[in-house]
């Protein structure tokens, strides 16, 4: 696959669109929280303002954006509610990485993405494999007349309550063996069921449901790639995956950090007689939480601005590396954002305890932690070979 060279910086208007976004979706996300109900209203209002269709090409009616434009985009409308920015981020990667590279497969999709509000989930986690859709325990069947019937079990399906299409994975047999297929198919009336609803530590707000897929009749016009085409495009396609995640749990750690910034100097210890934005401890510890969101965020920007490398192992490894140490640093912040504001902090008043929990997702989105470092060590020490799939 060809890659045009990147810009190095992103675009003004993209990101200006997702901090119009903020406000509203900052003051629906308790609720959401504390209903485990998903966000129906922020994606109205991202739907009506155009912002489910930044990456869709532009001349397919979309903003063309980069993998650059969504990163810095999905880290600032993460300040507002990181749970809608997950969601919506399992959308907007999606779109970008089929449309570089499988467009004419579905540029149809595309264009309803930008002119009907078509929203993509993706159905690759599975309980028998994690995250590791190299190996899916799904199975596609061929069907006599052409097409496929899949089943099998899919776990965290981000976005499922509003979901028009399914961007699937599976294994098919084929004479090379049992490889991977992959299918964008309209959301069926059929063949699909949610065995539980999302109910956890964070990121409530994001409907990652657990659905069966029960004998899903797929016609052929919804194959993506079979075999090598699907592992390479994952590969080669991991600047739109990895470092879109890590914005997310970025912008959390902003959201965290702005609110123990801006409150700080409101408050007073009158036993001291000073403002607790006096206090040298409270000084170092903004200090250190800047220093460390600062070169988080750089470490993440320059990751997805570079040119991909040419050994699409290395380029994947790259990425989930700098996916790993944003969520990492992502935590730290909040966790120190929490301690330093004391036991207001740990308030369902306020939200440091919810983008505390919220941060926590970013260390469990695959690949693992091992598994990234195993990844990157095998680049540098000459023994990736051919990838055995993240964990």
Same mark, same amino acid.
């Given at each position: 696959?060809?890659?045009?060279?990147?810009?190095?910086?992103?675009?003004?208007?993209?990101?200006?669109?997702?901090?119009? %976004?903020?406000?509203?979706?900052?003051?629906?996300?308790?609720?959401?929280?504390?209903?485990?109900?998903?966000?129906?209203?922020?994606?109205?209002?991202?739907?009506?303002?155009?912002?489910?269709?930044?990456?869709?090409?532009?001349?397919?009616?979309?903003?063309?954006?980069?993998?650059?434009?969504?990163?810095?985009?999905?880290?600032?409308?993460?300040?507002?509610?990181?749970? &809608?920015?997950?969601?919506?981020?399992?959308?907007?990667?999606?779109?970008? %990485?089929?449309?570089?590279?499988?467009?004419?497969?579905?540029?149809?999709?595309?264009?309803?993405?930008? &002119?009907?509000?078509?929203?993509?989930?993706?159905?690759?986690?599975?309980?028998?494999?994690?995250?590791?859709?190299?190996?899916?325990?799904?199975?596609?069947?061929?069907?006599?007349?052409?097409?496929?019937?899949?089943?099998?079990?899919?776990?965290?399906?981000?976005?499922?309550?509003?979901?028009?299409?399914?961007?699937?994975?599976?294994?098919?047999?084929?004479?090379?063996?049992?490889?991977?297929?992959?299918?964008?198919?309209?959301?069926?009336?059929?063949?699909?069921?949610?065995?539980?609803?999302?109910?956890?530590?964070?990121?409530?707000?994001?409907?990652?449901?657990?659905?069966?897929?029960?004998?899903?009749?797929?016609?052929?016009?919804?194959?993506?790639?079979?075999?090598?085409?699907?592992?390479?495009?994952?590969?080669?396609?991991?600047?739109?995956?990895?470092?879109?995640?890590?914005?997310?749990?970025?912008?959390?750690?902003?959201?965290?950090?702005?609110?123990?910034?801006?409150?700080?100097?409101?408050?007073?210890?009158?036993? %001291?007689?000073?403002?607790?934005?006096?206090?040298?401890?409270? !000084?170092?510890?903004?200090?250190?939480?800047?220093?460390?969101?600062?070169?988080?965020?750089?470490?993440?920007?320059?990751?997805?601005?570079?040119?991909?490398?040419?050994?699409?192992?290395?380029?994947?490894?790259?990425?989930?590396?700098?996916?790993?140490?944003?969520?990492?640093?992502?935590?730290?912040?909040?966790?120190?954002?929490?301690?330093?504001?004391?036991?207001?902090?740990?308030?369902?008043?306020?939200?440091?305890?919810?983008? %505390?929990?919220?941060?926590?997702?970013?260390?469990?989105?695959?690949?693992?932690?091992?598994?990234?470092? !195993?990844?990157?060590?095998?680049?540098?020490?000459?023994?990736?070979?051919?990838?055995?799939?993240?964990?």
């Amino acid at each position: 696959m060809q890659h045009p060279s990147r810009p190095t910086e992103p675009r003004q208007e993209i990101v200006d669109l997702a901090a119009g %976004l903020v406000p509203a979706l900052a003051a629906r996300a308790a609720g959401y929280d504390e209903a485990d109900a998903f966000c129906h209203e922020d994606f109205d209002e991202m739907v009506a303002a155009g912002y489910t269709a930044i990456t869709v090409p532009a001349e397919l009616g979309g903003m063309g954006a980069g993998a650059l434009d969504l990163v810095a985009a999905q880290s600032r409308l993460a300040e507002g509610n990181p749970a &809608t920015a997950l969601a919506v981020n399992m959308h907007l990667h999606g779109v970008g %990485l089929l449309a570089e590279g499988f467009r004419d497969r579905v540029e149809p999709f595309l264009k309803q993405v930008a &002119t009907e509000g078509a929203i993509l989930a993706g159905g690759f986690s599975e309980p028998q494999s994690g995250g590791n859709w190299w190996y899916q325990a799904s199975t596609a069947t061929p069907l006599p007349g052409g097409g496929y019937r899949l089943s099998g079990t899919k776990t965290f399906f981000t976005g499922w309550p509003r979901a028009t299409h399914l961007f699937l994975s599976a294994a098919v047999e084929t004479e090379d063996g049992r490889e991977p297929i992959g299918f964008l198919v309209p959301r069926p009336e059929r063949g699909v069921r949610v065995l539980g609803d999302w109910k956890a530590m964070g990121m409530r707000a994001t409907g990652s449901h657990a659905l069966a897929i029960d004998d899903l009749e797929i016609p052929p016009e919804c194959v993506v790639a079979v075999g090598f085409p699907v592992a390479v495009s994952f590969l080669v396609g991991s600047h739109w995956s990895w470092p879109s995640f890590a914005s997310i749990f970025l912008g959390a750690a902003e959201a965290a950090f702005r609110h123990v910034a801006d409150g700080l100097p409101k408050r007073r210890n009158e036993g %001291l007689g000073q403002s607790l934005a006096e206090l040298p401890g409270v !000084q170092q510890a903004v200090g250190e939480m800047r220093m460390r969101l600062d070169a988080a965020r750089a470490t993440l920007l320059a990751a997805v601005a570079r040119p991909p490398d040419p050994d699409p192992v290395a380029h994947y490894g790259r990425m989930a590396g700098a996916k790993l140490f944003t969520c990492q640093t992502a935590l730290e912040v909040c966790t120190m954002a929490l301690r330093t504001a004391g036991g207001s902090g740990y308030l369902r008043t306020g939200p440091l305890e919810r983008l %505390l929990r919220d941060a926590n997702a970013g260390l469990l989105l695959p690949p693992s932690h091992d598994a990234t470092l !195993q990844w990157l060590g095998r680049v540098e020490l000459g023994t990736a070979g051919a990838p055995g799939g993240p964990r």
